[in-house]
């Protein structure tokens, strides 16, 4: 891949990363921030612990990502980024786009997915 493309692909993940980083800090500090509140009504106590349990599965969702992306973000630096960790060929530019912490070229991708729908049935 060359030079210019790499910078591209590490500006991207970068704003990715700084973005989760941003939106977390405002999650934590939204939480922390947050009295008890007292709900007399246990539909709206439920109501509220479900919406919070599901903003905890998004942010360890994007915990993860964030995982990824410094992966990717290493793999720049080794010159690893954009090869398929499967076959040895080069992740299309698109598909980096798209899916820029991707670590398949998307035949090996289809092929990992076709296997693990078979091995599901």
């Known amino acids: 891949m060359e030079k210019d493309r790499f910078e591209h692909f590490k500006e ?3 704003g990715k990363l700084a973005e989760l980083i941003n939106d977390a800090g405002k999650t934590v500090s939204g939480m922390s921030g947050a ?8 539909t709206d ?4 612990e479900t919406d919070t349990s599901f903003l905890l599965r998004v942010k360890d969702r994007e915990r993860k990502l964030a995982g990824k992306i410094k992966e990717a973000l290493k793999r720049i630096e080794d010159g690893s980024y ?5 076959c040895g060929e080069n992740i299309s530019d698109k598909r980096l786009e798209a899916r820029p912490v ?4 998307i035949d090996c991708k289809k092929e990992e997915e076709e296997q693990e729908k078979r091995s599901n049935a």
């Not at 009295?35 to 246990?42: A, G, K």
């Not at 106590?45 to 509220?48: C, P, Q």
């Not at 954009?82 to 499967?86: D, F, K, N, S, V």
């Not at 991707?102 to 070229?105: E, F, Q």
Request: aromatic content about 4%; glycine content about 4%; overall charge negative.
């Open 102 to 105: 991707t670590t398949c070229c």
């Open 12 to 14: 991207l993940l970068n």
């Open 35 to 42: 009295t008890e509140e007292n709900y007399p009504d246990p």
């Open 82 to 86: 954009g090869i398929c960790e499967l």
């Open 45 to 48: 106590r439920a109501s509220h």
